[in-house]
């Protein structure tokens, strides 16, 4: 079936030409409202994502996603291999969120939140406006032969772009490896550490080429959150949107002419500048509808704005608004697809901050050894050996650690030392005997509680499988 003639845009995207090769979009320098709340808030976001490595809270790192020894951080919360389930919940947690975010405001989350945003248009595009100019003059320097006026420029350029990206990839790596661990790197020398300095290149030239090459290309073919949004939006959700009944009325669109009485013609409040076009980061009409290359950036709002302004029409003509707004004139309302998000959100959150209040500073595992039975002592004393790990998930040593059985009359004994310490932030593992009366044991496959004791003070608790015979009375 043939597309129709105005449904045609959609069967390409605004990056690759009618040869399939890429077609590089020159997006004109945004002003406006919107724009200067997006820079206060893309300057605090990046604040934070510089700062947040470094701030320490009760001495764990604010944010900290170690896969390699799979320890995280989340807003201080230090979350171990064992703690793998409350990390889930909290992953689960922003799914949730970003779901909720985009059914009641389309991808907003793209346009002024996503660091990938973030950082090409308020950081590498900047530079390029600084050196190159803006979209006419980046343009005519594109067209133009390899004088020396365009190799100072282009290489003044991919210099500044390849130590903004150095730079980038040394903070993804303190959230990776820890602030702590960057830093002893920095100071210790990259000699001393090159495997480390390789993956430090590799993560820079990934950054190099997507901000300075892939761009926009990302948000439009690598990440799923925009194929997400597809599923997601409805005719209820707010979006960046162009009021085609505003806009086109019953003549449509049409170029503006002084002194002309649009209304009395029937022509639309549109007067086709394309400036709506001319600033869009990823190249398409807002005037075509919804579209999967929209990351409701609002340059299109400020530009139109704008224009308005100058003929004296009202502004708004694109602006924050649903469909159904559009169509109907229906203002927004949480509707029971939102309260169904935001119930589930809710008892998320609830169950998380109660396992959070739940969760022991230590966590102690006490295991019976593999392969082996009991040993019968004398006096009729039984005798099983066990292995244990403590884990100190604070940053203060434990000190004076020791067992004792909470459950039974008995004797634990540590093989290698009485009382040990629990280095900050790591664990110790060792072996022990728990020996137990014959006569104390009423089965052949007892549950034991072992108290994990720092000093007189009882940490931890732990239980473990205890065998003996058969016949005890």
Excluded at 85 to 108: D, E, K, P
Excluded at 221 to 234: E, F, H, K, S, T
Excluded at 416 to 439: C, R, W
């Amino acid at each position: 079936m043939e597309t129709p003639e105005n449904e045609k845009f959609r069967d390409s995207i605004g990056t690759i030409n009618q040869e399939g090769k890429r077609s590089w979009i020159f997006p004109k320098k945004p002003d406006g409202k919107y724009y200067k709340y997006r820079t206060w808030v893309s300057y605090g976001l990046l604040l934070f994502l510089f700062a947040a490595p470094f701030v320490k809270i009760n001495g764990n790192q604010f944010l900290m996603f170690n896969v390699l020894e799979r320890r995280f951080n989340i807003f201080g919360f230090p979350f171990w291999p064992q703690d793998f389930h409350l990390f889930v919940i909290s992953m689960i947690i922003g799914v949730v969120f970003i779901i909720l975010f985009t059914v009641a405001f389309g991808r907003i989350f793209c346009g002024w939140i996503c660091p990938q945003t973030i950082f090409l248009e308020m950081v590498f595009r900047r530079i390029e406006y600084w050196i190159e100019g803006d979209r006419g003059k980046q343009i005519r320097l594109a067209k133009q032969a390899w004088n020396a006026e365009k190799i100072r420029k282009r290489v003044l350029k991919w210099f500044i772009f390849f130590i903004i990206s150095f730079l980038i990839a040394n903070i993804f790596l303190a959230y990776l490896i820890g602030s702590d661990e960057l830093i002893s790197y920095i100071t210790e020398g990259p000699g001393a550490h090159t495997s480390t300095l390789i993956s430090l290149l590799i993560f820079t030239g990934v950054f190099y080429f997507i901000f300075a090459w892939f761009r926009e290309q990302v948000c439009i073919i690598a990440c799923p959150y925009g194929r997400l949004q597809g599923v997601l939006l409805d005719k209820k959700s707010i979006v960046v949107a162009y009021d085609y009944k505003r806009g086109e009325k019953e003549e449509g669109r049409a170029k503006f002419r002084k002194n002309e009485n649009r209304a009395a013609t029937g022509k639309g409040d549109c007067i086709d500048c394309s400036q709506c076009v001319q600033v869009c980061p990823t190249g398409i009409d807002i005037r075509n509808g919804t579209q999967l290359e929209c990351v409701n950036c609002t340059a299109c709002i400020d530009a139109c704005d704008a224009m308005m302004e100058k003929v004296d029409l009202p502004k708004g003509l694109i602006r924050y608004a649903s469909e159904e707004n559009i169509a109907e004139k229906k203002k927004f309302t949480f509707n029971p697809r939102l309260k169904a998000y935001t119930a589930v959100l809710v008892i998320l959150i609830g169950v998380l901050t109660g396992m959070l209040f739940l969760r022991n500073d230590v966590e102690a595992t006490v295991l019976r050894l593999p392969g082996q039975l009991y040993e019968k002592k004398g006096n009729n004393v039984i005798r099983n050996v066990y292995t244990f790990k403590l884990v100190n998930k604070t940053v203060e040593p434990i000190e004076d650690v020791h067992f004792k059985l909470i459950s039974h009359s008995g004797k634990i004994e540590l093989v290698t030392h009485e009382n040990f310490e629990v280095p900050k932030q790591g664990l110790s593992e060792g072996t022990l005997f728990i020996d137990i009366s014959q006569a104390a044991l009423e089965s052949d496959k007892e549950r034991l509680k072992i108290g994990v004791y720092s000093g007189e003070k009882l940490i931890e608790t732990a239980k473990a499988a205890f065998l003996g015979p058969r016949s005890f009375r």
